[in-house]
């Protein structure tokens, strides 16, 4: 059962672009919706997250905007740049044991 | 440097050895996730821990695998009789439980199986 869905699967986006990676759920019993970024060769680090009690939150260029009633959440990178090449990943916990449940991953390119 | 650490970084083993992975994790986190990763992929669940006690393992951990934090802190992985499709990248993550869902990873460790 495929709980959650991210596209697109790859993007490419000019410097200075914005980047919009989507994801959408299926189960209402998520309550944290964080988004992982992950470098070649690296482990996934937290990007940045927010609860279903927010529609929107913005840390720096990075802003994560949530739709309870559509069960979608978006990361949007705003003025990207090279160094955000890397592939991005929504993974909601379930559960108590807070298991994450992955999208299949958005491999974004920045070109210079 | 107090990120979770993950030893060795990388392995290159024969068929039919046993390999074993250590991480270490932030040291007031109780929690501890074993995961796999092959390329092109989003992680996959195998095993966690809270404190010593392993609280569930994925059916994708057979019975080669089999995954230890004896005091509570750091973790072993073991993989015995290795086969190619065991190369992956396999990443240790730590967290505290009753805190946000938030994961902190280690760099993982790759495994290449000959």
């Known amino acids: 059962q495929q709980q959650v869905k991210q596209s697109p699967q790859s993007l490419i986006v000019q410097k200075g672009g914005i980047s919009i990676i989507n994801c959408a759920y299926e189960?209402?019993?998520?309550?944290?919706f964080p988004w992982y970024q992950q470098f070649p060769g690296k482990g996934p680090a937290l990007l940045i997250a927010?609860?279903?009690d927010v529609s929107e939150k913005k840390e720096g260029r990075f802003t994560i905007s949530f739709n309870k009633s559509a069960k979608q959440f978006s990361l949007h990178i705003m003025d990207s740049q090279p160094g955000d090449s890397a592939t991005y990943f929504c993974?909601?916990?379930?559960?108590?044991?807070?298991?994450?449940?992955w999208g299949a991953g958005t491999k974004l390119i920045i070109k210079p | 440097d107090t990120g979770v650490s993950q030893n060795p970084r990388h392995k290159i083993t024969k068929r039919g050895q046993n390999v074993t992975f250590r991480c270490d994790p932030i040291?007031?986190?109780?929690?501890l996730y074993w995961y796999r990763q092959t390329l092109g992929q989003g992680p996959e669940f195998l095993t966690y821990?809270?404190?010593?006690?392993?609280?569930?393992k994925s059916r994708l951990l057979s019975d080669r695998f089999s995954a230890e934090r004896p005091k509570g802190s750091f973790s072993t992985l073991e993989i015995q009789r290795t086969e190619q499709g065991d190369s992956a990248m396999y990443l240790c993550?730590?967290?505290?439980?009753?805190?946000?869902?938030?994961?902190?990873f280690g760099e993982g460790s790759r495994l290449t199986v000959l």
């Open positions: 993550a730590s967290s505290l439980w009753g805190v946000t869902g938030e994961l902190f």
């Open positions: 040291s007031e986190h109780n929690r």
């Open positions: 821990f809270q404190n010593e006690a392993q609280l569930e």
């Open positions: 189960n209402t019993a998520f309550d944290y």
């Open positions: 927010i609860r279903p």
């Open positions: 993974a909601p916990p379930l559960g108590g044991n807070y298991q994450l449940i």
